[in-house]
């Protein structure tokens, strides 16, 4: 292949750090890693960055995996089986214990313990990616901006709330949007210049050309400490390579309707965060719709029979399949699939999980029931009250999160512990 055309048609290696424990997100992450925790109904969060990929047509994935991860590794079998196998694939690659380590020790160290990965593929660009973002995202554009900048490593950043931005990776630019200052969750953040009310965030998504990323983890990799792309490669490397930003919030995606934000970008690291993007999906007008049929966002496929909705009333709410919903009064909710709500149930602004039951005339309000939970008839949550048990709800800020009914008692004990 000629030089013009490898510069053109870059060979693009994706890697998908998927091993975080996502402990904010707890009790959701109790019994998964963050990148699995199911979202709108039908999805995990991984899917959105995987869907990102294949929509761009970058279709050579490596899925880094750690903290429990059978679930993830579980839906990836089910729902990205794609391909070839060589130029086309969706691999799980969990710690390898190379190099006489063991775990992975953070993200820089997750690839640089598969590094004979990069080799094998032999990438001109290897795209660094998180999963468990909620965005849309034509990388395609991504890689065109790198390229035309002539950059080494490209940083994929957009403006966020500085009240918010200590949790954020915070990108300092000059006028030509190259990365002069990065700070991994400072306690003092920089605002903008004009917008001293906003700091440019990191959304944890880079691109690096191959030579400079190997070189780059070697040299991290002989030094003590931590092992991390925000902490340790990034701040080193604007010192020595040309590292650009990339506005995220230029980035366009076929299909957009109107009403939507543009460039959707959600962190859903908390409960508060993660009920919320559930409910942007809701309405005649939603923030994020995900019904575009020009960027799908792909997911393991169900085989149940339809939703079934029974003398209902029903407002601002999406249905999964197979659900069933008997006389019930449904206001501004995600229902995912399997789920059985008997006759009497109100339940308003909340998020019901696969194959969870929610009994006769119970009422729930601004709750998460998580997976194969059994709501009983006539209890009330999400309603101010303060149940103390084994069988009590989570709370997280205002949204009341019921567990997984096999780590409710664990979580208890633990909680009993910490007072």
């Known amino acids: 292949m000629g030089t013009h ?6 060979r693009v290696l ?3 750090l998927a091993g975080g424990k996502g402990e904010r997100l707890m009790p959701l992450t109790q019994v998964r890693s963050k990148p699995a ?5 039908t999805y995990r969060l991984i899917d959105f960055v995987l869907s990102n990929f294949y ?3 970058i279709t050579a994935m490596h899925v880094m995996v750690q903290y429990r991860s059978q679930s993830l590794i579980e839906h990836l079998r089910r729902a990205w089986h794609i391909g070839d196998g060589d130029r086309q694939f ?10 006489h380590r063991g775990w992975y020790e953070g993200t820089a160290d997750a690839v640089y313990q598969n590094l004979t990965l990069i080799h094998d593929f032999n990438p001109d660009i290897v795209a660094v990616f998180g999963a468990d973002h909620i965005y849309r995202m034509d990388i395609r554009q991504m890689v065109r901006a790198h390229q035309e900048r002539e950059a080494e490593v490209s940083v994929a950043t957009l403006p966020v709330p500085l009240a918010s931005a200590q949790g954020f990776g915070i990108v300092e630019v000059d006028r030509n949007s190259r990365i002069v200052g990065f700070e991994e969750k400072p306690s003092d953040p920089k605002g903008l210049p004009g917008q001293p009310d906003r700091a440019l965030s990191s959304m944890g998504n880079y691109l690096f050309n191959t030579d400079v990323l190997i070189r780059a983890l070697e040299e991290n990799a002989e030094r003590e400490g931590s092992h991390d792309f925000g902490k340790d490669i990034l701040p080193r490397l604007i010192c020595q390579e040309r590292v650009m930003s990339y506005n995220f919030q230029e980035n366009e995606i076929p299909g957009l309707a109107y009403y939507e934000e543009p460039g959707y970008w959600r962190d859903v690291g908390t409960i508060p965060a993660y009920w919320q993007a559930n409910m942007d999906l809701l309405g005649d007008a939603p923030l994020n719709d995900l019904r575009n049929p020009e960027w799908p966002i792909r997911s393991e496929p169900s085989f149940g029979p339809p ?8 407002d601002h709410a999406v249905v999964g399949e197979g659900s069933r919903l008997i006389e019930a009064d ?5 229902i995912g699939r399997h789920v059985r709500i008997e006759a009497g149930a109100h339940i308003e602004d909340s998020v019901i999980l696969d194959h969870a039951r929610i009994g006769a005339k119970a009422h729930l309000r601004r709750v998460v029931i998580d997976r194969n ?3 009983p008839a006539g209890v009330e949550l999400g309603h101010g009250d303060r149940e103390v048990g084994p069988n009590a709800p989570w709370m997280a800020s205002d949204v009341m999160v019921f567990p997984k009914p096999d780590v409710r008692t664990e979580l208890f004990k633990r909680r009993l512990s910490s007072h």
């Not at 055309?5 to 870059?10: E, T, V």
């Open 330 to 334: 449904i206001r501004r909710c995600i």
């Open 14 to 16: 994706a890697l998908i």
């Open 373 to 375: 939970n059994e709501i």
């Open 307 to 314: 939703a079934s909705v029974v003398n209902c009333y029903l």
């Open 37 to 41: 925790v199911p979202f709108g109904g």
């Open 5 to 10: 055309a490898r510069l053109n048609q870059p």
């Open 55 to 57: 929509n761009s047509g």
């Open 90 to 99: 969706v691999t799980v690659v969990p710690p390898q214990m190379n190099l």
